[in-house]
């Protein structure tokens, strides 16, 4: 390769972090100077994992992790991707046999100087005394926007393509050094007019680089090569003198630091995840960086490809137009060659027929990209995070950095394993899969997880090594910390939940001990309400999983006992607010006292008897709030221990004119408000819609303003299609009726299209349909409707 001469002393090859353009030139500029030793900027330290670079199991994007050994929250990141300038410059050395080096502060000094940063920051922050006005920090400048405004450009991007990224040479020989040379240029002018930029730690990092630059002009007979950021190259081109660099460093803080290799993500190298020196598209620049040869044409395949895999109809012709397209929309804008912009805008047009819908498809999975890195096995890490990668493997559970459900049967021992190590690794605070609502069963042998891992979860795995070496003994030892250091026994109780889960039988008599300490010396009926349905559910989970839960429920059925004492007094003479904060609680504890009378056997008949007798209570007191006895009436008809005239018989009492209709519309939110099947409640029993009818028809204009937001915030968790077949029925107007339900209602009318009474032989129409639709004729059939209710809790008292 021919061009200028190599001017005498280091060559300086100033890049921009992750570019395609800059990593192509690097590479090109190598080739030509061919130097004894190449310096990247980076942290010392990593020196010894820069081997791994050349391993075949490395592959990019991948990042230097680097945490404080004393506080491993206390990291930081060096990302590269396969188009870094950086990482080309690594590999070359290697694949030469030339020593590379890091050369940026080490981040022992780094990673300390951020905690002091972040001291000064919060002082600055604060109002000095004796001033009115707080210190406004300063505003760094960006150079490559700085010089794209120069240039006449409001894209900082879309500069940078088009003289970087799109930059020909006019056929002739092409000069690999010219650019970096132009760019040093650039970058000299931009300090002397901005100094360090607004970034006062970067005249300390290029103290430190000059001192290592100088040792390795000595060593290597001053032919070596510095791939940096174009913003340093000024400063390590200053002639300084080496006192002048140390007294710089002098008196720099430190901590001790280990650092590795972990994978990275595209999503994280975009701007917009959080990452400084990140890029819009980190997609299509690795497209740039693979593909220099016709990109558009690729990448307008590669679109294609993508939405073809959603079923959206995309043809060759439509590949064909897209590049015309493009090229056009280049050339109107005066541009080099067609960009992103131009590529994206004739998707949008001709792919996508205008929509921007499928264009964020294009945005998510191609033009940021969902790519995950991988490190060989041999990079170091700490004992938990080997464990937790052993583990992934045998349980065939691959980090992605990209979203993905998953549906486990508890039932299969690899699914009931996977569950556990999920489980583990939230108590440890490792937040690699979340709980989700599933698709299919709800029943306890089935868990649904939404997985997606981020690179800084390797954070989160070193702050949890303190724990243990592995997942078990480090989730159990944080286990029982959390039970030893919790105030609120709902956190105990919860606690004791993700034991179960998780698997932790050694911490679970830990948890247990303090639980039941708690539990004694807590008297607030509200916290024991809080605490039951955790406990219940564990009760339901270690059945699951085979776990021996007999203290567990020893515990639980004393506070359910103390809860059917404590709760009608604690319901008596409650405000609004205090009551809408107890109703949800009724609720849970309605259910779990379901949960425990089937985990719990030897206290089944009791529980219940006594929890009925609370709900009768709570729905005949006057002295309770409305929205309480109406939720208290409701559980008792939808278990059938209500019968359907006693509960408009105490609907009628609570509507009558006596009533203050504000008690009236809140008895109304507790009785067919925020539970399921409320609305339909009202559709087939005319009875109690005539009695809501008849009572909001007879509330006086003065106070329904009053009453109205009560019953907008009730009727409007109606499904619309129930909302209006309620308002059609009251549109129509009382029809003449007979029988039971014209006797329940005022004056003996009845909603138009319900007879007095169930039509039996039209009923019993319907039930060989219903078997047919089911399968429970055949034998199929009847062992997968066995099954279904096997997997399906059922509610307190259910009956067929």
Request: with cysteine; hydrophobic share 45%; glycine share 10%.
């Amino acid at each position: 390769m021919t061009g200028a001469p190599r001017p005498a002393g280091p060559l300086l090859l100033g890049v921009r972090h992750h570019g395609p353009g800059s990593a192509r030139a690097v590479g090109a500029a190598l080739d030509a100077a061919r130097p004894k030793a190449v310096l990247i900027e980076g942290p010392p330290e990593g020196d010894a994992l820069l081997p791994l670079a050349a391993d075949e199991q490395m592959r990019p994007p991948v990042a230097l992790l680097a945490h404080a050994v004393d506080d491993p929250g206390r990291a930081a990141f060096w990302p590269l991707a396969g188009f870094s300038p950086e990482w080309v410059a690594i590999r070359w050395a290697l694949a030469h046999d030339v020593p590379v080096r890091f050369i940026d502060l080490p981040a022992a000094h780094s990673l300390a100087m951020t905690e002091k940063e972040e001291e000064r920051e919060a002082g600055r922050r604060a109002t000095p005394e004796g001033s009115g006005e707080a210190v406004p920090a300063p505003v760094p400048v960006d150079p490559i926007g700085v010089l794209a405004e120069t240039a006449g450009y409001d894209d900082p991007e879309r500069w940078w393509e088009d003289v970087v990224e799109h930059r020909a040479h006019d056929g002739g020989p092409a000069d690999p050094l010219a650019a970096f040379a132009a760019l040093g240029e650039a970058m000299t002018a931009l300090r002397e007019v901005y100094g360090d930029g607004g970034h006062p730690r970067d005249a300390v990092r290029e103290a430190y680089m000059r001192i290592q630059l100088r040792t390795a002009r000595k060593e290597f007979d001053d032919d070596v090569s510095v791939v940096c950021g174009a913003w340093h190259v000024p400063a390590l081109g200053a002639r300084t003198t080496l006192a002048a660099d140390r007294a710089l460093l002098k008196g720099l803080p430190k901590v001790r630091t280990e650092l590795t290799w972990v994978p990275w993500t595209h999503q994280r190298l975009a701007r917009h995840s959080g990452y400084g020196a990140g890029i819009d598209s980190p997609g299509w620049y690795a497209h740039l960086f693979a593909s220099p040869d016709r990109p558009v044409e690729r990448w307008m395949t590669k679109v294609a490809g993508l939405l073809r895999d959603e079923d959206r109809f995309v043809s060759s012709a439509h590949v064909i137009e897209a590049v015309r397209l493009a090229a056009t929309l280049a050339a109107m804008r005066g541009r080099p060659l067609a960009g992103l912009s131009e590529a994206t805008d004739a998707v949008r047009a001709v792919m996508c027929e205008g929509s921007d819908v499928p264009l964020a498809l294009v945005r998510d999975r191609l033009i940021v990209g969902g790519a995950l890195g991988e490190v060989p096995d041999t990079a170091p890490a700490v004992p938990l995070q080997r464990d937790l990668t052993r583990r992934q493997r045998t349980l065939r559970l691959k980090p992605e950095a990209s979203e993905r459900d998953i549906e486990l049967d508890l039932r299969k021992d690899t699914d009931a394993a996977r569950s556990r190590l999920l489980h583990r690794l939230r108590v440890l605070g490792v937040g690699w899969g979340e709980p989700t609502e599933g698709r299919g069963s709800t029943g306890t042998f089935r868990e649904s997880w939404r997985l997606r891992w981020e690179p800084e979860l390797y954070v989160r795995v070193a702050e949890a090594g303190i724990w243990g070496t592995t997942v078990l003994s480090a989730a159990t030892a944080r286990a029982e910390s959390d039970a030893l250091s919790a105030t609120a026994l709902a956190d105990v109780t919860a606690l004791a939940e993700r034991c179960l889960l998780a698997g932790l039988p050694d911490a679970l008599p830990v948890v247990m001990r303090v639980l039941a300490d708690r539990a004694a010396l807590d008297t607030d009926v509200g916290h024991l309400a809080d605490a039951l349905p955790s406990l219940a559910r564990s009760l339901r989970y270690g059945d699951v999983r085979s776990t021996d839960t007999t203290a567990l429920g020893e515990v639980a059925a004393g506070l359910a006992e103390r809860i059917c004492v404590g709760l009608p007094p604690a319901c008596t003479g409650l405000d609004d607010e205090g009551a809408a904060a107890l109703r949800p609680q009724v609720d849970g504890v309605h259910t779990a006292i379901g949960l425990l009378a089937g985990a719990v056997p030897a206290t089944a008949d009791g529980l219940r008897e006594r929890w009925r007798a609370v709900l009768h209570k709570l729905a005949a007191r006057d002295t309770v709030a409305g929205v309480i006895r109406g939720r208290a009436a409701r559980l008792l008809l939808d278990d059938g221990h209500l019968e359907q005239d006693d509960a408009a018989r105490l609907m009628g009492l609570a509507l009558s004119p006596g009533t203050p209709p504000a008690d009236a519309a809140a008895w109304i939110e507790g009785f067919v408000g925020g539970a399921a099947g409320g609305g339909m409640l009202l559709v087939h029993d005319e009875r109690l819609l005539a009695l809501v009818d008849t009572w909001l028809s007879g509330v006086s204009p003065d106070t329904f303003t009053d009453v109205l937001p009560l019953l907008r915030r009730t009727f409007s968790a109606y499904e619309s299609g129930v909302r209006r077949t309620l308002g059609e029925l009251v549109r129509r107007g009382p029809a003449a009726g007979g029988g039971n339900a014209a006797a329940a209602a005022p004056g003996g009318t009845t909603a138009p299209g319900f007879g007095p009474v169930l039509d039996g032989p039209r009923a019993d129409a319907v039930v060989p349909v219903l078997r047919l639709l089911l399968g429970l004729d055949t034998e199929a059939g009847a062992q997968a409707s066995a099954e279904g209710h096997e997997n399906t809790e059922e509610p307190l008292g259910a009956t067929g």
